[in-house]
């Protein structure tokens, strides 16, 4: 699904990504984690083709298809959400209108008519109970006033409604207290398919306690220098950073 092949990436003339290997196939959740600086949230950016991130060489291949010369919302219209792409505040607009837009205008950039509405409604309905969801926080003005834990909730409900392909959460600066924890968990959880992938970015180890991945790859200076299985990640919460630092310096 996604296949990322000697990455070098830049921003502002400064080289972030030094060669990246990944490959994601779907049904699969990879972890990525690593110090504060490795490179974590760039790789993410990158991937979602965020425009201050350059591209120095090495490709992207979603689905096979080289996606360098596609802009975000491209990407996001070939099923790669990342998280937080959407933080605006936008009063007026409820969380539910937003989705009907966002999911609207993803149609229409595959040449689709809207979703009725009835059926809107049927999937905000079913997509809300499952994440457990109130209707009254579905007519709130999105990101209005939000706390961490309502932010993290609009996030997933975004996430569940669009049904993306390739999913990225980027953990790492998020006020990760339980509830907010338990929120992305339980979505991942209930989002994972055979047929799309999931990254999740975290500095902590806590969250995947929550999900359990079937990798994890740890950044260190812009190159994932381990993988494992998730076995690595409680690895890394006994002992830290610090030895991956010296087994990439010996
Ligand atoms: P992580 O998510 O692993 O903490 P980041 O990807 O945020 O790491 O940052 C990696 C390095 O890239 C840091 O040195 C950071 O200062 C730099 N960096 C990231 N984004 C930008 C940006 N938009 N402008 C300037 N420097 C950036
Ligand atoms: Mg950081
Ligand atoms: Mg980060």
């Known amino acids: 699904m996604l296949k990322i092949n000697n990455l070098h990436a830049s921003v502002e003339d400064k080289a972030i990504l030094k060669g990246i290997n990944l490959d994601v196939k779907p049904g699969e959740v990879h972890a990525i984690m690593g110090p504060n600086g490795s490179g974590k949230s760039t790789l993410a950016s990158v991937i979602a083709g965020k425009e201050e991130y350059e591209v120095e060489e090495g490709e992207i291949l979603l689905e096979g298809e080289n996606i360098d010369e596609l802009g ?96 990225i959460l980027d953990e790492t600066d998020s006020g990760l207290d339980i509830d907010a924890l338990r929120i992305v968990a339980n979505g991942v959880n209930k989002l994972k398919s055979k047929d799309n992938a999931v990254i999740v970015i975290t500095h902590y180890q806590r969250l995947l306690d929550y999900i359990v991945p079937d990798y994890v790859h740890v950044l260190h200076d812009g190159k994932i220098v381990k993988s494992g299985s998730a076995a690595l990640a409680h690895e890394l919460e006994a002992k830290g950073y610090d030895w991956i630092k010296e087994e990439v310096n010996a």
């Open 72 to 167: 975000p919302e491209e990407r996001a219209h070939k099923g790669v959400f990342l998280s937080f792409q959407y933080p605006v505040e936008i009063p007026g607009v409820s969380v539910t209108n937003f989705m009907k837009t966002a999911i609207n205008e993803t149609r229409k950039a595959k040449g689709l008519e809207d979703m009725p509405a009835n059926e809107m409604l049927k999937m905000i309905r079913e997509k809300s109970e499952m994440l457990e969801i109130d209707r009254k926080f579905l007519s709130r003005s999105l990101n209005e006033g939000f706390s961490g834990g309502e932010k993290k909730r609009n996030e997933i409900f975004q996430m569940a409604m669009l049904e993306p392909r390739l999913a």
